[in-house]
Each structure stands twice: as C-alpha cells, then as structure tokens.
C-alpha cells in the first residue's frame, strides 16, 4: 500500500475503500457511545513549530498527481518517471506566468526525488537521501535556486523513518555526530514503521536519532527549501500501534527545522489518526486528513474513486482548521480537462469543497495545458479571497445526504453558502435561511459567476447538476431565529430499545441519551408549533463517525438522514432536518433502525415555519 507518493518496489496501492472498511471497524471497536472521550484541544491561533508560517493555507503546485497517473505520455519512461529536473522547470515556469499572480507560490516535489527509473535509492555517506542523477542531474540546490528565480518557493518530500536501504549494516555514519551510526538511531530489533513499513523506526529514546533529523533538516536547509512533505506518518496512513506511532518523528522534525533557522513549513500524511489532532497542530503546519485523491488510473483523479469521500470525511476536522495549521484534502486537481477526468460540474464542486474547507490549494495539474475552464477555477479571486481570509471553514448545516448544504458564519455578518448535490441525478437543493439562524430576507451573491443574484425570502433553491454545486455568499436583512429547546434527556421524552441516558461535557444540559442501536429509539414528546408546516429542526448530536438515523414525526413515514463525524465522542455539533409538524403538540422520533445512530444531546424548533 502506499500514499500520496511513496510507492516502494513495484507499483500497488490498496483501494481506499478498503482502508476505509479497516478504519471504520477499528473505530467501532474502540467507539463509546455512553462515556464520552475528553473534549478535543480547541483550535489554537498558531502551532508551536515555525511561527509565521501558514497563516493562511498554502498555495501551490505538486509533482505526484502526474507521476501516479497512467495518462498517456505522462510516464513514458515507467512508473513514476515524471519526476524530473526538466518536468519541474517546466512547471515552475507555468505556475509563475498562470498563477503566481493569484497566489500560487509553492513548487513542491513529491516521492522519488533519490530513487532512478527503476526506483532504486541513493544516499550520501551519512545515510541521508540524496538526487538521483538521471532525473536532477544538477542536484538539488540547483533546482530549489532556479525555483527562487521565479520568486516561488521550493517544496521537497520524505517518508517517516530510516529507509532500510540507507541502514547499510548499521556502520553508516550520522553527520556531526561523533560516534553516531545509523545502529544508534532505530531500535535494536529493527521494528518497521510507516504507512508503507519500507523503514526502520527511529528510536529518540537514543540521541543520535535527534541527530540523524537533524542533519537532514541541514541539509534541505542549505539546499534553500522551503517546504517539507513527511509522508507515511502515524497512527494514520492505513496502519497504528506503537509500531507506527510517528508522533516523535513530526515533534523531531519540528525542532530539527526550528534548529536551521530557515522558515520551512512541515506538512505530514496521510489519513492522519483524528485522536492525535493536538500533536499534529503542535508540531506540524498542515495534515492530511484522507487517503490519495488520486485514481491511479488514466486521468488524475476520479469522482468515485477519492473525491467524493471528502463530504464525508471533511466535517469531523472542520474545526481544527486555522492560521498555523490547515486540514489537507491533498491535490485540487481541476485545471486539464480531460487528464482531470471530471465533469465540468464535478470539477467546481471539487474546487468548491477544497475552498469553503480551508483546504491548501495545490493543484496536481500539468500547467502548461490548463484549459480555459480550469484556469478559471484555479484563478477565481472572490473563491480564492474565501479560501485565503478570515473567514471560518464551513461545515454541513444539513445531514450528509445526497442533497447538502455546508456554511459558516463570517466575520463581517455575512454566510458562506455552499449547495451540493452529490447524487448521481440532477436535483434541486435549498439552502432554508432557519439553518443559518435567521429569517426573512437575504442578498445572494454567487462567487463563481461574480454575479449579484438578487434579495430571496426565507431560503434560495438551485437546480444542479449530477456531481454539482453553486456558491454563495449571502448577507442578511432578516432578523434573527427564535426557537424553542427541548433536551434529549428531559424526563418528559420516551426512550425504547438500549436507548439510555449518559453524561456529556459537551451537552447543553450535562447529559445526551446514547446507546441508539439496533432498534434503539428516542421520542421527543410534546414538541408545540402555532401552525403546521415543514420546519428545520435543528439537532445537536455527538458521534465519533458518520452515522444515520431515520427521523419521524407524529408516527408519519421517517427519513433516513446520515450524520456527519463531530469529530469524536466529546464534541457536540448540530445539522439541521425538516420534519412536517402539525400545529398544536407532536412528537419527532430518532429511530436507529438495523445500525447505529449518533448521540442525541437536544433539538430546537423554530417558532415558525
């Protein structure tokens, strides 16, 4: 198996549905739906590691989209052959006459960098990587140079660990460090580790392992770059347990850089252990929060293949995002047209959600053949001007369905509206102004299209495409949503099945009802509205993981909705759903069916419909 680059011996990659199915099984193994786990670190204004880096997410462009790809022409010499001096420069030309204007600074390198065509390393005396000389026959100072010129910054890429190769018996010398071998840095039974497990675990219960990072880091230093991928960590990359706990080899890696003194942003991959965000936001400036976009196949990428995942897999780390530290949803792939792979519909969704995330925006694209339509999204500035200011990332406001609404609330008053429709059908899709916490009348400003849509009352409905997607921006004129509360654990409701009580820190009311599983039900009683009509519900709720509940009122045919990750079992967030109510006194129930549900902590109504 392998990430977003390394790909050791002979080409292979397990299917990311299958890393999936592993991830999802180890966390309904260790789920506790009625003991919520401690509250997650809040987001912090900067990371320890490299201040004044990342303030806002990186922009740029990344060689592995193409080197995975079996486009034609791509590779023509093997595998992963597209990485080159020549390529590169080529590239860096593209993104400085296309896209520097619009942001895009980042010319980042990714896996093979020291390996030749047939994938075989090279390392200098002191166990460290170094060019091959087929593909950077210059080295690479020369190239990060050549980069500079440009006035762009120059990325470089690493797997966590000692690479067995390098290990050489274990008599291979660490640089300035007297007495240090490379037997002096991994532990004595030469325990494998990363996603990958092509390299020995670093020990740092033993200096000279400190040491041996710390001469890499010299050594990009005086190479001059400025960006370093570190990829394979964990627990995350498909694999965890001690073993593959690389939490040490990020810490190391921060200090190491700090100790250059040269600013190089650190960004670590890939389908990092969510449990672990503290230490990723303490000593890294990004992480990759997902398996590979891309498809390995014939084009880049693929809608079914890893793009579509991110609806799903994106809310959970939503509120870890901001300046010093972004969630990656890896390459943005949208500007080639058919390399990309995509529908025109499917590629501004793809820009969108990477957008409305604070996603970094480095495109996997050839440059030198973006078509008008791709540029166009690669260098919208009221889409880009969203990505890059101080505006929130947004998140559902409605359940992860087919047809979804994500949002967040700006500084200056105004909304970020985002409409999806992710079936594989045209749909419409409302975005109903009560899930935003306000009534009455709002202006639409739709960013793609730099188009003023005029004042709607109440909510905006669009038609979309299969795979589509619209983006707003909406200020309102209305005035605010009252509701009425009623708490999930309130003596007055009806519990059935395993349903029960529990407490949570998170909860409005100290307490959530859990335990909704194989036919476990929970039944607001008595829930008042002046006047019938379909009213957005909104739920507050707590769940580790994706999870769906058929929702129902007054005994009336239910809706199955699926909610999306909070993240963890301590964190509380809301959707919103629209229930049919009649007026006077009903009931809404949250039925778990055949699986499980998410817990339940309160829902509010609003006063009116």
């Known amino acids: 198996m392998r990430s ?30 009625t003991v919520p786990a401690a509250r997650a670190a809040a987001p912090t204004a900067d990371t320890e590691g490299a201040p004044g880096l990342a303030t806002k997410p990186y922009m740029g462009w990344s060689s ?17 052959s597209y990485l080159t001096e020549r390529n590169v420069l080529k590239q860096t030309d593209a993104l400085a006459a296309k896209l520097k204007p619009y942001g895009y600074e980042y010319v980042n390198l990714d896996s093979g960098w020291w390996r030749d065509q047939d994938w075989k390393p090279g390392f200098d005396q002191y166990a460290r990587q170094k060019a091959d000389p087929g593909r950077f026959p210059r080295g690479m100072k020369a190239l990060a140079d050549d980069i500079h010129a440009k006035g762009l910054k120059a990325g470089i890429y690493l797997p966590v660990g000692l690479e067995k190769e390098a290990y050489g018996d274990g008599k291979v010398p660490i640089w300035n460090a007297e007495d240090c071998t490379t037997a002096d840095i991994v532990h004595d039974d030469l325990r494998t580790t990363n996603g990958w497990d092509s390299a020995y675990k670093l020990d740092f219960s033993r200096p000279c392992a400190q040491k041996y990072v710390d001469s890499q880091a010299r050594l990009f230093a005086d190479w001059g770059y400025d960006f370093l991928k570190l990829d394979g960590v964990g627990p995350g990359s498909g694999k965890n347990g001690d073993q593959y706990d690389n939490v040490a080899d990020v810490a190391a890696w921060q200090r190491a850089i700090a100790a250059t003194g040269r600013p190089i942003h650190l960004e670590i991959s890939w389908s990092l252990d969510i449990g672990r965000i503290t230490d990723w936001k303490k000593y890294s400036n990004g992480w990759r929060i997902d ?11 693929s809608w079914e293949n890893s793009v579509d995942d991110r609806w799903d897999d994106a809310p959970g780390w939503t509120r870890h995002a901001g300046p010093g530290g972004w969630n990656d949803l890896d390459s943005l792939d949208v500007g080639n047209g058919q390399m990309d792979g995509l529908s025109k519909a499917e590629r501004q969704s793809y820009a969108t959600l990477w957008a409305i995330a604070k996603s970094p925006l480095y495109t996997g694209d050839d440059l030198t053949r973006l078509d008008a339509y791709g540029l166009s999204l690669l260098t919208n500035r009221e889409v880009i001007a969203l990505n890059q200011g101080n505006t929130p990332p947004a998140r559902p406001v409605t ?32 975005a109903d102004w009560t899930t935003l916490g306000f009534t009455g009348r709002a202006a639409v400003r739709d960013l793609w299209n730099h188009e003023n849509l005029g004042t709607f009352k109440n909510k905006v409905t669009q038609a979309l495409p299969a795979h589509g997607s619209r983006l ?42 859990g335990n909704l599983y194989v036919g476990g039900k929970l039944r607001f009683n008595d829930v008042t509205v002046a006047k019938a009509g379909t009213y957005w519900v ?72």
């Open 4 to 33: 977003s680059s390394y790909a050791p011996g002979t080409p292979g990659r397990r299917s990311r549905r299958s890393i999936r199915a592993v991830l999802v099984l180890a966390l309904t193994a260790a789920m506790a739906t």
């Open 64 to 80: 592995w989209s193409m080197q995975s790809s079996k486009y034609p022409g791509l590779n023509p010499d093997g595998d992963y």
């Open 291 to 301: 398996t590979d976009v891309e498809c390995y196949c014939n084009t880049l990428v």
């Open 399 to 430: 359940p992860s369905d087919p047809q979804q609404v994500w949002a967040a609330k700006n500084p200056d008053g105004t909304y970020t509206v985002a409409l999806f429709n992710l079936a594989d059908a045209p749909a419409a899709v409302t």
């Open 472 to 513: 707003f921006t909406v200020t309102p004129h209305g005035s605010a949503l009252t509701t009425t509360g009623y708490e999930a654990e309130s003596s007055a409701n009806t519990l059935s099945g395993n349903a029960s009580v529990a407490g949570c820190d998170a909860c409005s009311g100290g307490q959530k009802v």
């Open 538 to 609: 909104k739920v507050a709720y707590v769940s580790g993981d994706a999870r769906s509940v058929d929702v129902s009122a007054n005994g009336n045919g239910a809706t199955r909705h699926k909610f999306p990750s909070t993240g963890d079992w301590g964190t509380a967030e809301t959707v919103s759903v629209p229930v049919a109510l009649k007026a006077g006194a009903n009931t809404i129930t949250f039925d778990s069916g055949s699986g499980y549900a998410p817990d339940i902590d309160r829902i509010d109504v609003p006063k009116s419909s």
